[in-house]
């Protein structure tokens, strides 16, 4: 008999290979090519100053407003070189490179008072956290394209912590800003940067599409509130991969707006590629809601790794959401000490205001789960649909969520599902193992 040892370890390098692999490795980076820019300016041309206490927003601005204006050909790439370098925040252009040194640090101020405030995103009618407006992100673009957020490991630092408190003391005026939020934009890079402590989300494309989040490290307490990995929001071709995110909350969530107002605003998230993501976080690895009003198909999430979870995976909306969750496949996933290994609900996520329509009932249906291996999870999983739209097309393979050192391990829980499953252990709820719903899921398993 194999140890159980070598078979997790042989499990393990297989779905995460060696480095020297990689060049061989499946990836959708190349939906943006990484653009080589012929000009090039740094931040100190413009009095930049990375002693940690200079505020260098007016450099920012000023090189920012130099690339807008002048539009080289090719575009431009703008430097930072090692050091601290303390701002406001800034918004960004097309055509350019934001290049983070190695031991460069972009650190955002922690004073609100001249945080600009702006209007809230049609899908959602308000701030996410407050009625009104929400203040603006760290680094933002809007209406812009072929920009790329790069360098040698640098490091974009939002401070939260003094956002954080005011989430927590109920002084908030206005919703948190993200760190990073492109909107109405496409052909955007990020990668090979580290984002630290955002206020919020950290990286938050909307309405955008042909976006590339790979090779970035996401960094905040395990006790910080809503700060997000990678937040695609109703945004197509998207591609997530080769990273490690450890936050307070969901490591990467697809969403696509809120209630009534991400009904009326329609557009979904959609062809979503999240690959080769390991973390850790007392909420979920891979998320899909709640907020999925505009809808959410084709979504791929394979080769994940999470570990001191609170769920692996989780799919989540809500009476008044509407929209739907079609064509979700998640497989090759790896968990250690988690809470629970599956969730799927329809009972998740609160509400803007008292308009929403309790009618608008979502539809989630065409869900594969296969190939993931747990250990020290808690429960299984549970999927709970809604009695008027039930949840179809569920299907499980190849699963084993091993419990913690209690005799049995806790049973899963479903209604208004309907599925198949095959090798799942423990044996998943009866609604999922009729053998008259093997057909809508053989060409899954």
Not at 245 to 272: F, H, N, P, Q
Request: aromatic letters at 10%.
């Amino acid at each position: 008999m194999v140890p159980f040892s070598l078979f997790v370890f042989i499990f393990f390098t297989t779905l995460f290979p060696s480095p020297l692999a990689v060049a061989d490795l499946t990836t959708c980076s190349g939906i943006v090519p990484m653009k080589y820019r012929n000009d090039k300016i740094s931040i100190a041309d413009f009095g930049g100053i990375g002693d940690g206490r200079t505020l260098n927003t007016r450099a920012f601005r000023a090189a920012i407003y130099r690339i807008q204006h002048l539009r080289r050909r090719g575009g431009t790439l703008l430097y930072i070189p090692p050091g601290v370098y303390l701002t406001e925040t800034f918004n960004l252009t097309s055509h350019m490179t934001l290049y983070l040194a190695k031991g460069a640090v972009i650190k955002a101020v922690q004073d609100s008072s001249n945080w600009p405030v702006i209007a809230p995103l049609p899908s959602y009618g308000r701030g996410r956290e407050r009625p009104g407006g929400r203040y603006v992100s760290f680094i933002h673009g809007h209406g812009v394209h072929d920009v790329v957020i790069t360098g040698e490991n640098g490091t974009i630092d939002g401070q939260g912590d003094a956002w954080w408190n005011m989430w927590r003391t109920g002084t908030l005026k206005y919703t948190r800003p993200n760190l990073v939020e492109f909107i109405n934009s496409y052909n955007i890079i990020i990668s090979n940067v580290m984002f630290l402590n955002s206020p919020f989300w950290n990286i938050h494309p909307v309405y955008c599409s042909n976006v590339v989040v790979r090779y970035v490290t996401i960094l905040a307490p395990r006790d910080s509130p809503n700060t997000d990995g990678v937040d695609p929001d109703s945004s197509n071709n998207v591609c997530i991969e080769d990273s490690y995110i450890s936050t307070g909350d969901d490591l990467v969530a697809v969403k696509s707006g809120w209630d009534e107002y991400g009904i009326a605003y329609g557009r979904s998230s959609y062809d979503i590629t999240i690959r080769r993501i390991s973390g850790s976080s007392p909420f979920a690895g891979v998320a899909v809601g709640s907020e999925t009003s505009g809808g959410v198909a084709n979504v791929l999430a394979e080769h994940l790794n999470f570990y001191d979870m609170g769920v692996g995976i989780n799919i989540k909306t809500n009476i008044g959401r509407g929209g739907f969750i079609k064509n979700i496949t998640v497989s090759n996933v790896y968990m250690e000490n988690s809470r629970k290994g599956l969730k799927i609900a329809g009972d998740t996520g609160d509400h803007p205001d008292d308009k929403f329509d309790p009618n608008a009932l979502p539809i989630v249906k065409d869900i594969t789960i296969k190939n993931a291996w747990g250990v020290k999870v808690q429960q299984a999983g549970s999927i709970y649909g809604l009695r008027d739209s039930p949840f179809t097309g569920i299907c499980l393979s190849n699963i084993n969520f091993r419990g913690t050192t209690r005799p049995r391990s806790v049973p899963w829980t479903c209604s208004y599902v309907s599925g198949a499953a095959l090798m799942v252990s423990p044996w998943p709820c009866s609604e999922l193992t009729s053998t008259e719903q093997d057909g809508l899921c053989s060409d899954n398993f």
